[in-house]
C-alpha cells in the first residue's frame, strides 16, 4: 500500500514514515499543507495521514478541497486538539478518522489498516503487469497464478517499481523510497534486491516475458516490453 504522511513536525513525520516502512508500506512524505494537498491531488495513495494544522494550507482545507475534487482517499487526521466539537468539525470536512496527539504507532497503525479494509476502490486495487499479480492489501504476489514468497523489502520494492511500471528508476530513487532511514543501506543495495525480485518474478518463470529492465547508466525500468 500506499500513503501519504502531511506533517509539518519533521520528528513526528520521519517517526511514522520509518514505521511504517518497517510494515513494507510505501510512504511519501509531505512538510507542508500546500505540497501535501498538490502530492494528494495528484498522485494515487491508499490512506493519507494529515495534520490538522500546517502551514501555507491547513488539515481541515486540504480534506475540503480533495472531496470537493472527488478525490475519496481514507484520510486519517491527527491534531492536538481533541475536543468533541473538533473532532466533528474534522469528521464534517470529509476525515475518516481521528487520532490526536499524542499518540502510540501501533494505535496509528491499526486505524490505517481499518481504512483500507474499507471498501474503497483505491485500496483495493490490485496490481498488474503481464502476468504477475500484486495485492497491496493482503501482501500477496503471484504470476501465472502461482504464489511468490517476498520479503518485506522485496514487496515493498516490487510494489514501487509497479506502480511506476515504464518510468526509468534510479539506483538512488529505489534506495530513497524504499530504504529511506535504514541505517544498514550500502550503496548496492538496491542493485543486490533487484538481483533477488529477478531470479523470484523472472527467472522463476522461464516461459514469460522478463519484467525488470536495466537501462544501462540510468537504472531499471519495469514492464512488460515487445
Known amino acids: 500500500m500506499k500513503i501519504l504522511v502531511i506533517e509539518d513536525e519533521h520528528r513526528i513525520a520521519n517517526y511514522i514514515k520509518k514505521g511504517l516502512e518497517v510494515k513494507s508500506y510505501i510512504v511519501d512524505v509531505a512538510y507542508d499543507g500546500a505540497t501535501g494537498f498538490d502530492l494528494a491531488d495528484g498522485e494515487k495513495y491508499d490512506v493519507i495521514i494529515l495534520d490538522r494544522m500546517l502551514p ?3 488539515g481541515m482545507e486540504i480534506c475540503r478541497q480533495l472531496r470537493t475534487a472527488g478525490n475519496h482517499t481514507p484520510i486519517l487526521m491527527l491534531t492536538a486538539k481533541t475536543q468533541l ?3 466533528v468539525e474534522g469528521l464534517d470536512a470529509g476525515a475518516d478518522d481521528y487520532l490526536g496527539k499524542p499518540f ?3 494505535e496509528l497503525l491499526a486505524r490505517v489498516r ?6 474503497q476502490k483505491q485500496v483495493n486495487e490490485v496490481l498488474q503487469s503481464g502476468s504477475l499479480q500484486l495485492n497491496p492489501t493482503s501482501f500477496a504476489v503471484t504470476r501465472t497464478g502461482k504464489s511468490i514468497s517476498l520479503s518485506r523489502k522485496e514487496f515493498a520494492l516490487l510494489e514501487f517499481l509497479m ?3 515504464g518510468q526509468v528508476l534510479s539506483k538512488d530513487q529505489l534506495t530513497e523510497q524504499v ?3 535504514d541505517s544498514d543501506v550500502l550503496p548496492n543495495t538496491a542493485q543486490v534486491y533487484i538481483g533477488y525480485l529477478r531470479n523470484k518474478i523472472d527467472r522463476a518463470f522461464p516461459k514469460e516475458k522478463p519484467l525488470i529492465h536495466t537501462v544501462r547508466g540510468f537504472g531499471y ?4 516490453t515487445d
Open 56 to 58: 501555507s494550507m491547513t
Open 85 to 87: 466539537e473538533d473532532r
Open 104 to 106: 502510540a504507532f501501533t
Open 114 to 119: 481499518a481504512l483500507s479494509r474499507r471498501p
Open 163 to 165: 506502480r511506476h511500471e
Open 179 to 181: 530504504w529511506s532511514y
Open 221 to 224: 525500468k519495469f514492464g512488460v
